[in-house]
């Protein structure tokens, strides 16, 4: 969730970061938001020493809302 939410691509992202998130929801695997966190403040991607499910919702939302669609679809196979 780290690289998929912070990797520097701007609007584009690496595919095998959408595949993993889409891999892990659809297999039920819970985020680990401590893991997510000190990744997040390591990285220097993350300023807060705390993050809630809403903060983290948000940058979700964002990112989901900024990628190119059709750059994803392109690259993952279904």
């Known amino acids: ?12 992202l690496k595919e095998r970061n959408w595949y993993d998130m889409e891999w892990y929801i659809k297999k039920g695997c819970p985020l680990n938001p401590d893991h997510f966190l000190l990744r997040a403040i390591d990285s220097g991607d993350w300023r807060k020493e705390t993050i809630n499910e809403e903060e983290f919702r948000r940058l979700l939302r964002e990112k989901i809302e900024s990628v190119k669609m059709n750059f994803v679809k392109y690259f993952i196979p279904f």
Not at 1 to 12: D, Q, S, Y
């Open 1 to 12: 969730m780290h690289a998929l939410l912070f990797r520097k691509w701007g609007t584009n």
